[in-house]
């Protein structure tokens, strides 16, 4: 009951979207935080579920095939962000460790206005998730 109350204290699931949220401006449509898996943990913004699920598909396989390169490619060093145009906008990827930060935009929005602030949230976040994931690989 400890871990469980330490862990509110952390990060509250209602703060989530609205964090998220935060970075819905300048064309940016909506951002999601999903865990490496392609999980959807939480999401805000214009796409409804269904679609962010989709994204957030694509972007999970997108980073696995990036941070797992066969062995004769080698390994380009540590991956901060990843830009993926879709039919329909672009998808910026950041990770904060475990979890990773997408923010969906259309065509139209700068790439980089699009990457800092995927970059943003994604540091924003990685204190508390990081803990997180301390606290339940103890436990």
């Known amino acids: 009951?400890?871990?469980?109350?330490?862990?509110?204290?952390?990060?509250?699931p209602r703060a989530i979207?609205?964090?998220?949220?935060?970075?819905?401006?300048?064309?940016?449509q909506t951002t999601m935080l999903?865990?490496?898996?392609?999980?959807?943990?939480g999401f805000a913004g214009q796409h409804n579920q269904e679609e962010v699920i989709r994204s957030a598909a694509i972007a999970c396989n997108v980073w696995y095939?990036?941070?797992?390169?066969?062995?004769?490619?080698g390994s380009a060093g540590e991956l901060h962000s990843v830009l993926i145009d879709v039919e329909q906008g672009k998808l910026a990827v950041s990770s904060t460790?475990?979890?990773l930060v997408v923010?969906?935009?259309s065509v139209t929005t700068?790439?980089?206005?699009l990457i800092t602030?995927?970059?943003?949230?994604?540091?924003h976040l990685r204190p508390a998730l990081a803990q997180i994931s301390t606290l339940t690989t103890v436990s």
Do not use: F, W, Y
């Open 17 to 28: 979207p609205e964090v998220l949220g935060a970075a819905n401006t300048d064309g940016i």
């Open 117 to 123: 602030k995927a970059e943003a949230v994604a540091l």
């Open 103 to 105: 923010c969906r935009a």
């Open 65 to 73: 095939c990036h941070t797992h390169p066969p062995e004769k490619t």
């Open 97 to 99: 460790g475990k979890h």
């Open 110 to 113: 700068p790439t980089g206005a």
């Open 1 to 12: 009951q400890a871990l469980a109350s330490r862990m509110a204290t952390l990060l509250k």
């Open 34 to 41: 999903i865990d490496l898996q392609g999980n959807l943990m």
